[in-house]
């Protein structure tokens, strides 16, 4: 069984910068590809970053810029960090794990850690 475990989100003022942590557990080998995907109240789930366990790394266009999402593969960690946020990064962010090549076939979800970027 794998647990995935966040931490990090929080209420920001627009411009300010949050870092959100999923730790996963219950596995010795890492993830090929982990990643983070929000959810706006009434919108579906996007993906907003991946990382694969090479170090490769996608960013929604949104984000590019602003997010970077970082790994650390002995922990079984995924890190995002978000700088210049604005209200419309207001959202439910999860942390998603696979242990195929893509982040768009996720086997793990995280509990979800709210976001909310408002003055």
């Known amino acids: 069984q794998v647990h995935l475990v966040e931490s990090g989100g929080g209420l920001v003022q627009p411009g300010g910068s949050l870092r959100l942590s999923c730790a996963a557990s219950g596995r010795s080998s890492s993830f090929y590809a982990m990643g983070w995907y929000r959810q706006a109240p009434g919108k579906q789930r996007d993906l907003v970053a991946s990382?694969?366990?090479?170090?490769?790394?996608n960013y929604a266009d949104s984000v590019k810029g602003r997010f970077t999402i970082s790994r650390d593969n002995a922990k079984n960690t995924v890190y995002l960090q978000m700088n210049s946020l604005r209200p419309d990064d207001t959202a439910d962010y999860y942390c998603?794990?696979?242990?195929?090549?893509?982040?768009?076939?996720?086997?793990?979800w995280g509990q979800g850690t709210p976001v909310t970027v408002s003055s």
């Open positions: 990382i694969n366990r090479d170090g490769s790394t």
């Open positions: 998603a794990t696979s242990w195929r090549s893509t982040i768009k076939i996720v086997d793990y």
